[in-house]
């Protein structure tokens, strides 16, 4: 059995990479969800947006980079610049912004495959058919969800 | 097998050992100078080349391997990797912002001086490892470039490295090969790392510090930081610095207690790890000790090995005698020239090419002008060397480990310093510290 059977819920939204990102952030926060997936004109994959990445974004790069600093208790709670960094995040457009480095799902994925896959990843993962357009997120829960109907529980 | 180490080596296809050591020699240099292949590996080749040439049988590339180098590098590097974890790194860094009220000049003079001060403590890679993420902190909460601070950064770490014996692998390798020990570096060059300091700070200032501005709320934001808070492990913290004292201490007293720097590093992190693990139980104790071996830069140590066994081939081939005695030849054997030249060409060869190599290579030759300048008088080109390589290391990116390590870091940190305008800034600065120091020997031993 593939990922094909698996109905993606809720469907997906996807924004096109010149959106801008607090569009996409804004999204994220009234949907309740944690990454949204861009789509070119063609409809194909071209990255995705989250949370975390936002997130990321506003903590000072000497924290962020590898071997940066591994506490900041000590730099108070600094919302001023977390705020402030936020608003510099206001030029950029979702394309500027999202990782394009994911692992993608095609449709024939077995569903084992596809669980190891998920459990290695810290976000939902793209699914694309073969004709190389997005058809959606894959979850955790999603996946779970079929397993736990397919068991009868 | 030592029958076999007793009898005389006989070198590949009956080649002139002198020729093929320093083929190899030559070669290894050459592929560590373009950082093309990791330098540990080449090293490790070359030594490995060495022995399977002929040069050297294995028992005598042994004995060249300066365990009393590698001992105290690995013991230190214990030490410092369980300290840092306790957050005091940070919290000296964010006292000293604090104290002078987050101005930007005075935060450069404050965060090279702790720089400095822990570079002539402990090695120099490990303290900007500590003090560049804190720096960037700082700097990028009161809207400055990063650039200036840790050009300032790289500057004091060599030259705070260049004060004490633990300071600079330079230092630790000429103290282990000639029996100087710490207070010997303390007294000879210490006096002297102070003066290029203070002297390194007047361009610092003239060229960025008289210009540098931050906002009143800017300022107020880093004056809000809470030093007590980077402590994040008190009972750690304590530990380490009784150690680091008790270590510092028995330094100082080595000479009198007859016992070798390596000695007294490795019983530190022995003591230490102690400390750290005696109320925990067996599996809590392996991932502990297991941290703490691990965290060892082993690249490094691994180089000097391989290093050592190169420079062990060439000298039992001759070619360092025959270098040593171009050397007098082209002073003539005076030794205030002698003394110069090492000077010079060390702090220029150091700002081109990894510092260490050079070192290993330049012991040998030194040693092997004792007889013509007298035990006592020897001493002074051991200082000459160890002003060149340690300063000299300013002279580019690529002149010390430390300098590499703080780029690097920038670099992930997306504020990258470009090699050459650092080093046109650099060089200069360096050569003035040379000066400096060429007049601090004529006026001292000369």
Known sequence: MSIKAIPICPPTVCLRPEAKLMEALKLMLEKQINHVPLCDGSGSFAGVVSTNAVLRALIPASARAEGGLSDLRFAGDAERMLTSRLHDLERLTVGEFATKDVPLLDEDCPLLEAALLLTNSTAPLPVVGADGKLRGMLSRRALLAYLAQQAGL | ?446
């Not at chain 2, 103290?175 to 210490?190: E, Q, R, V, W, Y």
């Open chain 2, 1 to 446: 097998m030592h029958g076999a180490a007793a009898t005389a080596t006989q070198v590949l296809f009956g080649l002139s050992p002198l020729l093929v050591s320093l083929a190899i020699f030559v070669l290894t240099y050459a592929i560590i100078v373009t950082e093309r292949i990791n330098r540990a590996i080449v090293a490790l080749l070359g030594a490995g080349l060495m022995i399977f040439s002929g040069v050297l049988h294995q028992s005598e590339a042994f004995a060249g391997i300066d365990l009393n180098t590698i001992g105290l590098l690995t013991g230190m590097m214990v030490i410092v990797a369980i300290t840092q974890k306790s957050g005091v790194f940070q919290y000296v860094a964010v006292v000293a912002a604090k104290a002078v009220k987050a101005d930007p000049w005075g935060l450069m003079v404050m965060l090279s001086v702790v720089t400095a001060l822990f570079s002539a403590l402990l090695d120099n890679v490990t303290t900007v490892l500590l003090v560049a993420p804190v720096t960037l902190l700082i700097t990028d909460a009161l809207k400055l470039k990063p650039y200036p601070y840790l050009f300032a950064l790289i500057f004091a770490s060599n030259i705070g490295g260049s004060a004490t014996l633990i300071g600079d692998p330079p230092n630790i390798m000429i103290g282990s090969a000639t029996g100087l020990g710490f207070n010997d570096f303390l007294f000879n060059l210490a006096p002297l790392a102070l003066v290029v300091f203070i002297l390194t700070l007047i361009p610092l200032y003239l060229i960025w510090g008289r210009k540098l501005y931050a906002a009143p709320e800017d300022r107020a934001q880093v004056m809000a930081f809470d030093a007590d808070k980077a402590i994040t492990d008190p009972r750690l913290l304590k530990q380490s610095l009784a150690v680091i004292a008790l270590v510092i201490l028995g330094f100082m007293l080595a000479h009198v207690i007859g016992q070798e720097p390596a000695t007294i590093a490795m019983f530190g992190a022995a003591l230490l790890l102690l400390l750290r693990v005696w109320d925990q139980n067996g599996e809590d104790q392996s991932h502990q000790v297991q941290r703490g071996f691990a965290e060892v830069e082993w690249v490094t140590i691994f180089f000097f090995v391989g290093l050592f066994v190169v420079v062990a081939g060439v000298e039992k081939a001759g070619a360092l005698k025959m270098l040593a005695q171009q050397l007098m030849e082209l002073t003539g054997g005076d030794f205030a020239a002698t003394t110069f030249i090492i000077l010079w060409v060390s702090a220029t060869a150091s700002a081109l090419v990894d510092n260490i190599p050079f070192v290993a290579t330049m012991i040998p030759v030194i040693h092997s002008m004792a007889p013509s300048f007298g035990a006592g008088n020897i001493n002074t080109l051991w200082w000459s060397l160890a002003l060149g390589a340690c300063l000299g290391g300013n002279g580019s990116l690529v002149g010390a480990s430390a300098n590499l390590v703080v780029a690097g870091f920038a670099e992930r940190a997306g504020q990258p310093i470009r090699f050459l305008p650092f080093m046109l800034m650099a060089f200069p600065l360096m050569l003035g510290s040379i000066a400096v120091s060429s007049v601090y020997l004529w006026l001292r031993y000369l």
